[in-house]
């Protein structure tokens, strides 16, 4: 079965970057569709963006503008750039399809925005 391996999280600064990637044992992202999600603590897990086979994307309201989800089919990997990050974005990262299934969670990225 396909695997699903997230990383690129970290500790930045309000304001700051990151970039994660989503890297696939296998090619998945070219035949359905991707999520990345995200669960701060004490939260629900929440879609925070989607693309689907046509490279079309979609944000939570919350995202929207600062957040960019991309997919190199070639690479096996998805991408979400994240520019203007703000402390209400801290959470562990994860991708998935959407909508999601159990067998594709990992372990995820934590990414923290703190000063």
């Known amino acids: 079965q396909v695997q699903l391996v997230e990383s690129g999280g970290g500790l930045v600064q309000p304001g700051g970057s990151l970039r994660l990637s989503c890297a696939a044992s296998?090619?998945?992202?070219?035949?359905?569709?991707m999520g990345w999600y995200r669960q701060a603590p004490g939260k629900q897990r929440e879609l925070v963006a989607r693309?689907?086979?046509?490279?079309?994307?979609t944000y939570v309201d919350s995202v929207k503008g600062r957040f960019t989800i991309t997919r190199d089919a070639a690479k096996n990997t998805m991408y979400l750039q994240m520019n203007s990050l703000k402390p209400e974005d801290t959470a562990v990262y994860f991708c998935n399809t959407f909508p999601p299934r159990n067998i594709y969670w990992g372990q995820g990225t934590q990414v923290t925005v703190s000063s």
């Open positions: 296998d090619n998945i992202f070219s035949i359905t569709v």
């Open positions: 693309i689907i086979r046509d490279g079309n994307a």
